[in-house]
């Protein structure tokens, strides 16, 4: 197997054969891949009994990430808040997408979480494994810079999408492609969810909203924060922006119920 890409720079993977990689995934604990069942945190789906399937790798490097386990590993030196580097070996596990299926279809829920990392890294075993779930709603939390594959996207009921803004720490041309945001605001399946820090990035919220043609109905601001005490205080002054300019305002519930831990 070729040597995974640690740095941005490395994406995306110059190698042939990407489609006939299996499934990687995080880690709750070495070994044990991150398949568990919760309710929606975020989105527009919050509160639903949910079953999650959390993927490897990223191609973005959010200074704030929650789950940078998924992409900092050691070598890695993007910046992070946290400044902490994982061990690939302890926090990666590849399966086959056979294996993937059968934990999630054991977890009896009816309603799939697809989230990373950034999922469409992964499309094509990515649709494999989902194609083997037809029973199930499928949702796919992305950053919204890669392409769905062709044979992923008619399998996807619904697209999270996550555009990271400036304070994110990724530069823009990497984290905010033109082509890539058209193609999700004329998605209907796609929902577009905005990490906010403070009330400045709105002003970003609203440029992209604007060139391109985002509909006000399908865009969700979120509060930053790790821990209940920062949604709380964030949320106060998130509320009534949203209210003026007409956008949905999401929490992270498992934050409140569960604190920043895996699995949950």
């Known amino acids: 197997m070729p040597t995974m890409p640690q740095r941005q720079s490395d994406w995306p993977p110059r190698w042939n054969g990407w489609g006939?990689?299996?499934?990687?995934?995080?880690?709750?604990?070495p070994g044990e891949p991150e398949i568990f069942a919760s309710l929606q945190g975020e989105g527009p789906s919050t509160g639903r009994p949910s079953t999650f399937v959390r993927l490897s790798r990223c191609n973005l490097a959010c200074t704030w990430c929650d789950t940078a386990y998924t992409w900092r590993f050691t070598g890695d030196n993007r910046?992070?808040?946290?400044?902490?580097?994982?061990?690939?070996?302890?926090?990666?596990?590849?399966?086959?997408?056979a294996d993937v299926a059968a934990r999630i279809a054991a977890l009896e829920g009816n309603r799939l979480i697809v989230t990373g990392g950034e999922p469409l890294l992964q499309g094509p075993a990515l649709a494999r494994m989902i194609a083997m779930l037809p029973a199930m709603h499928v949702e796919v939390e992305t950053n919204g810079t890669v392409a769905p594959a062709p044979t992923l996207d008619p399998?996807?009921?619904?697209?999270?999408?996550?555009?990271?803004?400036?304070?994110?720490?990724?530069?823009?041309?990497l984290a905010l492609i033109p082509k890539r945001l058209d193609h999700?605001?004329?998605d209907p399946r796609a929902w577009f969810k905005?990490?906010?820090?403070?009330?400045?990035?709105?002003?970003?919220?609203?440029?992209?909203?604007?060139a391109h043609a985002i509909s006000p109905d399908r865009i969700l601001l979120m509060p930053e924060g790790r821990d209940s005490a920062a949604?709380?205080?964030?949320?106060k002054w998130l509320a009534p922006?949203?209210?003026?300019?007409?956008?949905?305002?999401?929490?992270?519930?498992?934050?409140?119920?569960?604190?920043?831990?895996?699995?949950?």
């Open 20 to 29: 006939d990689m299996p499934l990687t995934l995080a880690t709750t604990a």
């Open 194 to 210: 905005f990490v906010i820090a403070t009330s400045a990035d709105i002003e970003d919220v609203l440029a992209l909203r604007d």
């Open 231 to 235: 949604l709380r205080d964030r949320t």
């Open 155 to 173: 399998l996807v009921h619904q697209y999270n999408v996550s555009p990271k803004l400036a304070h994110s720490g990724n530069p823009a041309d």
């Open 241 to 264: 922006l949203c209210a003026q300019h007409g956008f949905s305002l999401t929490d992270r519930l498992h934050i409140h119920l569960y604190g920043d831990t895996r699995g949950t």
């Open 79 to 97: 910046p992070h808040r946290d400044d902490q580097t994982f061990d690939r070996a302890a926090n990666q596990i590849a399966l086959d997408e």
């Open 184 to 186: 999700w605001a004329a």
